[in-house]
């Protein structure tokens, strides 16, 4: 069966700079999530879309931006790096099946700022 | 808002033997779903069991069970006859539902099956 797909896997990156992740959620999904998870922590909801268009916004910084294609996958992009963020970067979708909505998670995207 | 507690930072059990996690959760919805992933060295977010408020009956998947007590806004999973491959990392998540709702995780409980 297809699975989430997120590119890159591994990024590594200087303060200060851009970066972008993407995610491809499963075929005929209509939601995607960004989830932030710290070394040691538990994972942070960031964001989501719903058909495109955002949905809820969680603890995101205003250095981050997002945004869901026609084809519904979805770009994280992220500027002015810090340590701080670090981190891996999971992308889940979803579709709601009676009143059910089950995420499913992508490998994630582990980003190093040094 | 909502709220998940795991109260256990680390766990260990024996081979074949019996464990349980807590987890206590705080809201004030009435409808949401409850779930227990599972996160290995490779970082993978497995979803092992899910329960949906609504349901008296404890949800079961093998040798993985809940049990939900839903005044108490407790849900606790048991991991009967532990495997090696049980070793991991594993979160409560609480999801609000009826819409695409995100999911707010415990710390997680850092589980060790030992041979």
């Known amino acids: 069966a297809a699975g989430v797909i997120q590119s890159p896997r591994h990024l590594i990156k200087e303060k200060r700079e851009t970066a972008t992740l993407k995610c491809y959620p499963i075929?005929?999904?209509?939601?995607v999530y960004w989830y932030q998870q710290g070394p040691g922590q538990d994972p942070q909801f960031l964001i989501s879309f719903y058909e495109k268009m955002q949905s809820d916004k969680g603890s995101i910084p205003d250095r981050f931006s997002a945004q869901q294609f026609s084809d519904y996958h979805s770009e994280l992009n992220m500027s002015s790096l810090e340590l701080g963020d670090s981190a891996l970067y999971f992308c889940?979708?979803?579709?709601?099946?009676?009143?059910?909505?089950?995420?499913?998670f992508g490998p994630g995207t582990r980003l190093t700022v040094l | 808002a909502q709220t998940v507690t795991q109260s256990q930072p680390e766990m260990s059990v024996q081979e074949a033997e019996t464990v349980t996690l807590s987890c206590t959760y705080d809201t004030s919805e009435n409808n949401y779903y409850l779930f227990w992933y599972k996160q290995p060295p490779s970082r993978q977010m497995i979803l092992v069991i899910r329960q949906e408020a609504y349901k008296q009956q404890n949800a079961t998947e093998n040798r993985f069970s809940v049990n939900f007590q839903k005044a108490a806004k407790s849900f606790s999973l048991k991991i009967s006859d532990s495997q090696l491959g049980d070793t991991a990392m594993y979160f409560c998540a609480f999801m609000k539902g009826g819409s695409q709702g995100n999911l707010i995780f415990g710390k997680g409980t850092k589980l060790s099956v030992k041979p």
């Open positions: 889940a979708s979803s579709f709601i099946y009676r009143g059910y909505n089950e995420q499913f």
């Open positions: 075929p005929r999904h209509d939601t």
